[in-house]
């Protein structure tokens, strides 16, 4: 019986590939699944398949590194009436999948944009091999090549915590596809290899693998939410408590570790001067996330991720950036702050969508 939807986060490796054999059929109009209690199952496997998402899910097949890969997206059709003919792609953080969109989709399907929602290699119904060089390059790579397969060609681009780095790594790889960028408390604001100590791979794997459903509570409720868990949050639990439930949990750790190191490892803070796209920066100030702090002393510890100050330099650096901070807000605005989130982005999305077309129409 499958378990209903849970409302629910290097160099460039060649891609002599994405021979596009995609399998998407063409989009429908958006049929909304119903939203489910709190998760109850037996466990999740590797790619999801007992778990409905919002929306119909679709399959784009490609190769890469000599694999034969899946992505898994959902490509919802607009059901409003003022129709735009233009899309907002979103992309998810290193927690999530591509499922905890569906507060943001309906919204912006309402208002006339079609959104596609990718899960990248190694999240969510994707696939996720257990030998493979992830980057950012390639994240944003796979991810365009996507969207020729669907035949969009600009789009918005939304990310938020992991999904703002590959959002920044597209929009400075494929400027002229990047009608917008709005970042949603990104990660990778600060280069914390500077200051964390580098683990290798086995440490972030032995780390994956020595979690509970209580260790995975106890995190999102203190980093993202101050210590208020509402009921309202549960779909963001959901995911990972299924997956340590279920019978993958060895290779989703595996992905999650090489996912870690990619991170740590890949910055893009540096180049945020290059981006030319008009850029929506929503920050909760009370963030505080930043990879690997547990492992420097607490004075160090103090000084990192403090994304009120990070969020201003990325405003300064990046040439058409606009900033939002929201005060006491943590690392999921879309869930803590909906109304106010939503109509951030909105309003931005609105106001590009109208200045993209000529004067008087």
């Given at each position: 019986?499958?378990?209903p939807y849970l409302s629910c986060f290097v160099s460039f490796v060649a891609l002599a590939l994405l021979s596009a054999c995609a399998s998407t059929a063409v989009s429908t109009?958006?049929?909304?699944?119903?939203k489910p209690g709190p998760y109850q199952g037996p466990g999740y496997d590797l790619r999801l398949s007992n778990m409905d998402y919002p929306y119909e899910t679709k399959v784009f097949s490609f190769e890469s590194q000599g694999r034969n890969l899946e992505m898994v997206y959902?490509?919802?059709l607009p059901t409003g009436q003022a129709l735009r003919d233009e899309t907002v792609l979103l992309l998810h953080g290193k927690n999530f999948s591509g499922a905890y969109w569906a507060g943001t989709i309906?919204?912006?399907i309402q208002r006339g944009y079609r959104v596609v929602v990718p899960d990248q290699i190694g999240f969510g119904k994707s696939s996720k091999p257990g030998h493979f060089q992830y980057t950012f390059q390639g994240f944003a790579s796979y991810t365009q090549a996507l969207l020729d397969t669907l035949k969009v060609g600009k789009v918005h681009v939304v990310g938020h915590s992991m999904g703002g780095m590959v959002a920044a790594r597209f929009a400075l790889?494929?400027?002229d596809r990047t009608q917008s960028l709005i970042l949603v408390n990104p990660i990778g604001l600060e280069d914390w290899k500077r200051v964390v100590p580098y683990k290798p791979f086995e440490w972030w794997f032995a780390r994956e693998q020595a979690k509970t459903p209580e260790k995975v509570r106890a995190y999102m409720t203190s980093s993202y939410f101050d210590g208020q868990w509402k009921p309202a949050y549960e779909p963001l639990v959901d995911l990972q408590v299924g997956w340590i439930q279920g019978p993958d949990t060895e290779q989703i750790a595996r992905s999650s570790a090489m996912t870690y190191e990619m991170i740590f490892t890949q910055p893009v803070v540096y180049e945020f001067n290059l981006i030319q796209a008009p850029t929506l920066l929503i920050i909760g100030d009370r963030d505080r996330?930043?990879?690997g702090k547990n492992l420097v002393s607490e004075?160090?510890?103090?000084t990192l991720g403090l994304y009120g100050d990070l969020a201003r330099k990325a405003q300064a650096a990046i040439p058409k950036a606009r900033l939002e901070l929201l005060p006491g807000i943590g690392h999921i605005p879309q869930y803590e702050a909906y109304e106010t989130y939503l109509a951030l982005l909105t309003g931005f999305l609105d106001e590009q969508s109208a200045s993209a077309k000529p004067a008087g129409l």
């Open positions: 019986m499958r378990v109009q958006a049929t909304e699944r119903p959902m490509d919802v309906k919204p912006l790889m494929f400027p996330t930043a990879l004075e160090l510890r103090k």
